[in-house]
């Protein structure tokens, strides 16, 4: 069975601290896609990043950056300079290979982040 | 691009009573999920829908089900509501053609409460 386990509920900060969100995920599948959601207040989830597992290259995007780790079944997602609107709550989410193994995705519980000006 | 639009945004019921939920998916987009988010639960999936046909399902009652037509709009129906069914229901569309392995996008939600 496939597991996603965001240990840290809730993360508070202040303006331009950079924070780290930590993402620990099970599978027994060898091809599978990991993604980072964004759920602001208004409650749409918005697609931040997808990485397939045969790729464990960081990747940066502005002030976010992600970094996946086979060896730790860890992909943990970095803001750096954080700012208020960054304010919400991040789902790692875990999904199967496309034929076999677990289809369905997998969410964590979701960390809340709060962003204090 | 219009993004996905979910139908109502609010909805209050009593316990018993029955509710449909709609959702439009970016066009193009075959695959139509359903999720239900609470704060005990956690973003749990609902069941997903492509070409009309429903691929796959979660681990919810049959009071929870769904519908979708040939435009890929989605219905859910939750019969003989309770009070534990009270969430926000959220719905996402992709492509489909590469499974959940394709980004999903997601609705703003319909909060369901039952009084």
């Known amino acids: 069975a496939q597991k996603v386990t965001q240990a840290q509920t809730e993360i508070s900060v202040v303006e331009k601290e950079d924070v780290t969100l930590d993402c620990v995920y099970e599978t027994r599948d060898t091809t599978y896609y990991l993604f980072w959601y964004k759920q602001p207040p208004s409650g749409e989830l918005v697609f931040l990043i997808r990485?397939?597992?045969?790729?464990?290259q960081n990747e940066i995007s502005g002030r976010y950056s992600w970094n996946f780790q086979k060896s730790t079944s860890s992909f943990n997602f970095t803001i750096t300079a954080s700012q208020v609107v960054d304010s919400a709550v991040y789902f790692c989410a875990l999904s199967g290979p496309l034929s076999g193994g677990s289809y369905i995705p997998t969410f964590g519980r979701g960390t809340s982040l709060i962003v204090h000006p | 691009k219009a993004g996905v639009t979910q139908t109502p945004r609010y909805l209050i019921k009593t316990r018993g009573q029955q509710v449909t939920l709609s959702c439009s998916p970016i066009?193009?987009?075959?695959?139509v999920s359903w999720y239900q988010q609470t704060p005990g639960q956690g973003l749990q999936f609902l069941f997903e829908?492509?070409?009309?046909?429903?691929?796959n399902k979660g681990n919810f009652p049959g009071r929870f089900s769904g519908r979708q037509f040939s435009n890929s709009r989605s219905e859910m129906n939750v019969s003989t509501l309770e009070l534990g069914d009270s969430a926000l229901y959220l719905c996402?569309?992709?492509?489909?053609?590469?499974?959940?392995?394709?980004?999903?996008?997601f609705g703003d939600g319909t909060r369901l409460s039952i009084l």
């Open positions: 996402a569309s992709s492509l489909g053609t590469a499974g959940f392995n394709q980004p999903q996008h």
């Open positions: 066009s193009g987009h075959r695959s």
């Open positions: 829908y492509f070409s009309e046909t429903q691929r």
């Open positions: 990485r397939n597992s045969f790729d464990e």
